[in-house]
Nanobody, 118 residues
């Protein structure tokens, strides 16, 4: 397992941007798939974006064209650039990791709050 620490959440107006970062411990970061999940009050947690490599990326339909996930294996960090934010993007965003090619997310960060005001 890896330990994950998120940063970059906050309050932003609708239409604005935020970048989330997730720093991972360990020397095997490149062997993990990385994902960003979010959970809004009263809703189920959902996978927002997942990256294995630059050529293997998934986005939820609700964020396609607005969010970009990327990773820097040299820095053991994954990013989520969020543009054109909407009030419905308000949630706790959590970074997760799973060893490639397993399908179970085994490591989780503590979460960071993103609030988008209208």
């Amino acid at each position: 397992q890896v330990q994950l620490v998120e940063s970059g959440g906050g309050l932003v107006q609708a239409g604005g941007s935020l970048r989330l970062s997730c720093a991972a411990s360990g020397r095997t970061f490149s062997t993990y798939a990385m994902g960003w999940f979010r959970q809004a009050p009263g809703k189920q947690r959902e996978l927002v974006a997942r990256i294995i490599s630059s050529g293997n990326i998934y986005y939820a339909d609700s964020v396609k064209g607005r969010f970009t996930i990327s990773r820097d294996n040299a820095k053991n960090t994954v990013y989520l650039q969020m543009n054109s934010l909407k009030p419905e993007d308000t949630a706790v965003y959590t970074c997760a990791a799973r060893p490639i090619p397993q399908i179970t997310w085994s490591s989780w960060g503590q979460g960071t709050q993103v609030t988008v005001s209208s």
